[in-house]
């Protein structure tokens, strides 16, 4: 139930962000170069958007596979070799996610308590900048599932993206298409 709601909470910010910025920027565009004039807050949204985006994306890119795997040393080893460095890299970047969260923590609160609002919104800085928190803890989230997968024995490696056989496949079909043309 927590991972349906986890997995749904971050497809729909994710798309959310996505749409909002998309329109926002080509309104923007058309306002300056249509009209000479346009929002002078659209910047500074779009940069908070975008980095809420690429947090979540990250987070969500875990989850699905879609991150670049650098893994020629690591498929050296035997199964158990891959689980154990496999475990020792997710512990490690849990580790960095908790270093960013806990820094974190100190900055918006430090913020909150200064109570300043962004340049060109009306909104806490605090507020604006959660998305630290909110990003990593989802990281964090994602990481160790990935580690007691590992530690299951379901799993002995990140899920990625092969873009190798990827490319091949494409070629191929390319190939076939070019045969039958």
């Avoid at 058309?30 to 779009?46: A, H």
């Amino acid at each position: 139930m927590f991972m349906r709601i986890l997995n749904r909470t971050e497809e729909a910010v994710i798309c959310i962000l996505l749409v909002s910025t998309t329109l926002l920027v080509f309104i923007d565009v058309v306002m300056r170069f249509g009209f000479n004039t346009g929002f002078m807050w659209s910047q500074e949204l779009t940069l908070h958007m975008s980095a809420w985006f690429v947090l979540f994306g990250t987070s969500y890119g875990l989850k699905v596979g879609s991150h670049i795997g650098m893994d020629s040393f690591v498929m050296l080893f035997p199964r158990i070799g891959r689980r154990v460095l496999t475990g020792l890299a997710t512990v490690l970047a849990i580790g960095y996610c908790w270093l960013i969260l806990y820094g974190s923590w100190i900055y918006l609160a430090k913020m909150k308590q200064i109570g300043i609002d962004l340049e060109d919104l009306p909104i806490p800085t605090w507020l604006a900048h959660g998305m630290l928190l909110v990003g990593f803890g989802f990281l964090t989230v994602r990481l160790a599932i990935i580690l007691w997968a590992v530690i299951d024995d379901r799993a002995d490696g990140f899920k990625q993206t092969d873009e190798a056989k990827e490319s091949l496949e494409l070629a191929e079909d390319i190939k076939k298409e070019e045969v039958i043309s």
